[in-house]
């Protein structure tokens, strides 16, 4: 790979050098005999501003003029306790009795009215949230520090004022009431150093002295002090600070780099002849001019004698030039030669000496503040610097050293001025290093060429170039190099997942939120003025783009990162939970990225997985966690389960989903937890920064640590997998304790065990905040892992938030590069099948199944664990029945109607398990019946004689069938092959016609049934015989003849018998038991005679002729 080459080398410096305070005739005091800060305004340029920038205006309430040469005003946070972070030198200037001086700072947007012409312009950001600030007046422009007391008792202070939430104040803060309309203003002048009540608030009214103030007016000078010539050694001395501070001296030396533009305001200059090598004390001064004359009056090159007053500039030692002149004697210097890592001390040694550095071996390491100061933050080496706490344990030696060699090892690389690029004016010049072609990510590697100058500026040891950068002429300083991946390597594995912080996307813009009239906002705008993205917004508001334009822009990125990330499942973070927005649906932001990666890929790609019906209210912000998926490679497994939990209040609640491969089965079964802990912003008490390099809050997130591991716990005793995924924002570095906790619980850091690169820059320092985290039997499973690293290592100058923020436009709509802050992590994952699981299969069947209806056959498979799924088969023989789903261990399977014939079977039932589940068996009876309903016949039958009734049922029915008569049984019969015959006895149907009911009994595979026959019985034919009884019959006796009645199957006992000779009757008598003895008259001689019998309601008549004979 080609090196980046530095050539003419330049660097930038956000502040200025800093003069000697002259003390003034007269200094602010309660009785009204000093210098007051009057009036501060402290939203300017924001929506509904009445300023464009914010200012602070100072007030003399003495009868004479006060000199402010040397004074400055000075501004830190709310909560700061270092030095004060920026420092407005006010120049040669007074102020007359009664006058003001007017002091401009930044600007929040591009809103409201100009002010007039300040006499000190800055681009201090003063704040102006409920938060508050700092404000200083000093009598020097050395940076005040400490505490409040310290600040209060350093004798520099002239005047103070704390607002808002400030802990450094006179008797107590001024709280509120500042606003886009009204400014901090003294009440009538007076100052009691109570600030709580020597301030009001009122609309804003800037004036500024201009002309009348220039110079020192009529202030009575101090008498200068005899200067002393010593060597700038002398004045280095060996210390950190100057032995000499305060002292008026003349030295000489050669100009080694001149700040005649660019904000410096200055040069510095070396004792002529030394270089080379390196002694206790630097022979290297920075020579402040207090404007640009002295400057713009040496030359590169110039030897001189400079006589001033020496003191420290926020750490820096310098002379403030009074006067200058070209030595007697000319000289010149050598770079003295220097490799890095380098000790604090030896830094301190060569403090403004002119250096040859072109030995070592750089890395760019920062890069945030490039685009805004030209600055870029230089490794010693071939790596960037890691986070410590990434790396090591915090509170351990090994920490300490990793602190220490990261000192050694930063170096920054700046261009020579103090101009933000990315304010006011100064957005119409390009900025040094960054063009839309010339990357300067970090971990790209650099080779310096030219001299530098050791300097000392904003707390940081710099190099910078012997002249401010020419605009436009970077391109000449570092070779054109590319470390840019266009896609994530290859990780392998069925399965990819990922994690990828999404940086605040919003649909609800705040513009949406302002016109809906849910609250106010104020805005970043770029440099035309249109909005770009939100700054605040009231009622807890949307937090990303400004408008729908600037939305689309991000969208943009963000999709192409998406899309070309190709995770199958992607944890999301800091997306918008509309539904903390006052919106109807939770999950909108969310569908609406969904449906931009579809539009994108061209097909119904992704698919959200959808919030549950359940939110809690802990752990809920306006941003959230969230899981898109793609269709064609996973599936959800049940709902989504969002972590209910105190431990989040302060941060975003994981939501679990637990997800299956597409046709694949339950046994490649994972669940995935995203995460967003709480950041290192911010917090107090336990929570308050330990100074351990794990950031504020870290018990917080300790807590948050412990809460996941037990829903962990709990979620796996509910679902079916031991392998598990933690993916997100963690805002814990790999060391740190939460972490600590996670692995002690069996997790496996899968980005740190199988990368070497990290997700996050900040402060120059390297780390992962983002991880993927596996249980042992997931990580079993992993097959690679890689940190696509798209964002970190990118100027932020690429993001959306900065577009057109300065004349050189670095946004590309069309790259994935810088759609976010955090690198995104993807991890492979081969799901494969897991161990076998035995089962047993059982069946139950309907008591009644009909032949023509479809049954259910209920199928349970059991196992020792989870509930086994697969596939259900129900055979009778070789054929098979019907098959089922099983989920949950349960199926039901349908036999379709028809499929068997009446009676008793067994069916065979099969479980073909899915995954991890083994095959098994079983079988279950059933008996099925059929329609049994039946016809019956009968023949004409006689009465006497057995009558037939044919039964015919379903063919295959058998069983008892019987016959009735008014619901007595006159006769049964047994069905086989669905027929039987019924022979009714001959005496159990009267002649006639009768109406009989034929019954079916049933069996196992018929119900019972009954049908009618009208069955029709003829009277019983008689047969009649006569016999004579008397042995001899003569004409004297009479004879007896005994006439039987024979019937077929019954005895007839009743009718009459009459015996006729011709037609006349002779005698009768009537039957009983079937026959009848009738005594005849006497008769003289043989007769014939003829038996009838009448015939009963049984029995026809019948006669039979006989011969009586007479002798």
């Known amino acids: 790979m080609s090196r980046p080459v530095l050539r003419g080398l330049t660097a930038l410096a956000v502040a200025a050098g800093a003069a000697v305070a002259v003390p003034p005739a007269a200094t602010a005091a309660p009785d009204g005999s000093g210098l007051v800060i009057n009036e501060v305004y402290l939203n300017g340029g924001s929506a509904g501003a009445t300023y464009l920038n914010k200012f602070v205006e100072l007030h003399n309430p003495t009868d004479e003029d006060i000199s402010v040469n040397g004074w400055s005003v000075q501004y830190r946070p709310y909560n700061g306790t270092a030095n004060f972070t920026a420092v407005v030198p006010l120049g040669d200037r007074h102020l007359e009795p009664g006058g003001t001086l007017l002091v401009s700072g930044n600007s929040n947007a591009a809103n409201g009215a100009a002010l007039p012409t300040p006499d000190v312009a800055s681009t201090t950001g003063f704040s102006g949230n409920a938060n508050g600030g700092t404000i200083a007046l000093v009598s020097s422009e050395t940076a005040l520090t400490g505490d409040l007391a310290a600040v209060r008792a350093n004798a520099s202070l002239v005047d103070l004022i704390g607002y808002g939430a400030s802990n450094t104040y006179e008797g107590a803060p001024k709280a509120d009431g500042y606003s886009v309309t009204a400014s901090v203003t003294r009440a009538a002048g007076v100052d009691t150093d109570a600030n709580s009540t020597d301030f009001t608030t009122a609309a804003p009214t800037p004036v500024p002295c201009g002309a009348t103030c220039a110079g020192p007016g009529d202030a009575e000078p101090e008498e200068p002090e005899p200067s002393e010539t010593v060597t700038i050694a002398q004045i280095q001395g060996t210390g950190a600070a100057s032995p000499r501070v305060g002292q008026t001296v003349t030295t000489t030396g050669v100009v080694t780099a001149l700040y005649a533009s660019g904000g410096f305001n200055g040069a510095y200059i070396q004792t002529p002849g030394t270089g080379g090598t390196a002694g206790p004390a630097s ?54 030669p220097v490799t890095f890592p380098m000790a604090e001390a030896q830094r301190e040694s060569l403090e403004g000496m002119l250096v040859d550095a072109t030995a070592g071996t750089y890395t760019i390491t920062n890069n945030y503040g490039t685009n805004t100061f030209g600055e870029l933050g230089l490794a010693a080496g071939d790596t960037v610097l890691p986070q410590p706490t990434n790396e090591v344990r915090p509170r351990t030696s090994a920490y300490d050293a990793l602190v220490a060699q990261n000192a050694a090892r930063m170096i920054t690389l700046d261009d020579g001025k103090s101009i933000n690029f990315t304010s006011g004016t100064n957005r119409a010049s390009p900025g040094p290093w960054l063009t839309p072609t010339n990357e300067v990510r970090t971990g790209a590697s650099v080779t310096i060429d030219d001299p530098l100058v050791l300097d000392w500026r904003n707390s940081t040891w710099k190099l910078q170039p012997t002249q401010p950068f020419a605009a436009g002429g970077e391109s000449a300083t570092i070779a054109p190099q590319s470390t840019r991946e266009t896609a994530p390597k290859d990780v392998g594995g069925a399965v990819k997942l990922a994690s990828f912080n999404v940086l605040n996307y919003f649909t609800t813009t705040g513009e949406d939120w302002v016109s809906s009239n849910r609250g106010t906002c104020t805005w970043y705008t770029d440099r035309d003025g249109n909005r770009i993205t939100v700054n605040t917004c009231t009622n807890n508001g949307p937090r990303g783009a400004a408008n729908d334009v600037s939305l689309a822009r991000q969208q943009a990125k963000i999709v192409k990162a998406i899309n070309t990330l190709d995770a199958d499942v992607l944890s999301l973070e800091e997306i918008e939970d509309t539904g903390s927005l006052g919106g109807a649906d939770r999950d909108e ?31 809920r912000d306006v941003i959230r966690t969230a899981f898109i998926y793609q269709r064609d490679a996973v599936e959800p497994v049940g709902p989504s389960v969002i972590l209910d939990s105190p431990a989040f209040a302060n941060a975003r609640a994981p939501l679990a989903q637990e997800f299956r491969p597409v046709d694949g089965d339950a046994g490649q079964d994972f669940l995935a937890i995203v995460n967003h802990f709480k950041s290192k912003g911010s917090g107090d008490g336990v929570n308050a920064d330990q100074g351990d390099g794990q950031g504020a809050s870290n018990r917080a997130r300790v807590g948050q640590a412990e809460a996941l591991v037990d829903f962990v716990n709990s979620l796996e005793a509910q679902s ?30 899968v980005d740190q065990r199988l990368t070497d690169e990290e997700t996050y820059q900040f402060e120059g320092m390297h780390g992962s905040l983002d991880h993927v985290f596996a249980s042992s039997a997931a990580f079993a499973r992993v097959t690679g892992a890689d940190v696509w690293t798209i964002n970190a290592p990118e100027s932020i100058g690429r993001e959306y938030s900065r577009f057109n923020n300065n004349v050189t436009n670095l946004f590309d709509a069309s790259t994935p590069f810088r759609a ?27 008591s009644v199944v009909w032949a023509d209806e479809a049954f259910d056959v209920a199928v349970t498979v059991g196992s020792a664990t989870g509930s086994p799924r697969g596939t259900a088969t129900v055979s009778l023989g070789d054929e098979v029945l019907g098959t089922a789903t099983v989920a949950d261990g349960s199926a039901t399977v349908t036999v379709p109607a028809g499929s068997l014939r009446a009676g008793r079977h067994v069916l065979d039932v099969a479980f073909a398990g899915e995954g991890r589940y083994a095959d098994s068996a079983g079988t279950v009876a059933v008996d099925v019946r059929a329609d049994s309903a039946i016809t019956a016949t009968a023949a004409r039958g006689t009465y006497g004689k057995p009558t037939a009734i044919s039964v015919t049922g379903a063919p295959d029915a058998g069983g008892l069938v019987y016959a009735t008569v008014g619901g007595r049984i006159v006769a049964s019969a047994i069905m086989r092959g669905g027929r039987a015959t019924i022979n009714v006895p001959g005496t159990a149907l009267r002649p006639g016609t009768t109406a009989v009911t034929v019954f079916y009994g049933g069996d196992r595979g018929h119900d019972a049934s009954q049908t009618s026959v009208a069955v029709t019985i003829a009277k019983a034919k008689a047969t009649v015989s006569a016999k004579v009884l008397n042995g001899k019959v003569t004409p004297r006796t009479r004879a007896k003849v005994r006439v039987v009645v024979r019937t077929p199957g019954f005895v007839e006992s009743s009718g009459k018998v009459r015996i006729y000779r011709g037609s006349k009757l002779l005698g009768s008598g009537n039957v009983k038991g079937g026959k009848v003895t009738v005594t005849l008259p006497r008769q003289k001689s043989s007769v014939r005679l003829t038996a009838r019998f009448s015939g009963t309601s049984l029995t026809a008549p019948a006669s039979r002729a006989f011969v009586l004979r007479v002798r």
């Open 589 to 619: 932001a969310l569908k609406t990225l969904v449906a931009a990666l579809n539009a994108d890929a061209g097909s119904q790609r992704w698919a959200a997985v959808l919030s549950p019906s359940t939110i809690p209210t802990s752990g």
């Open 283 to 336: 022979h290297g001064l920075f020579v402040f001019g207090s404007s640009t004359a002295f400057a713009q009056s040496v030359d590169l090159g110039d030897t001189i004698d400079v006589t001033g007053a020496v003191s420290e500039f926020n750490g820096l030692t310098q002379i403030t030039a009074a006067s200058w002149k070209d030595a007697t004697t000319a000289g010149t210097v050598t770079p003295t």
């Open 820 to 846: 976010s802050d955090h690198d995104p992590v993807i991890v492979g994952f081969d799901p494969g099948a897991a161990a076998e699981v035995a089962t047993t299969t059982t069946a139950k069947v309907p």
């Open 720 to 749: 079916d997998t031991d392998r598990v995924f933690l993916l997100g924002d963690f805002n814990s570095y790999a060391k740190e304790d939460p972490l600590a906790i996670i692995e002690d619980a069996g997790f496996v850091n």
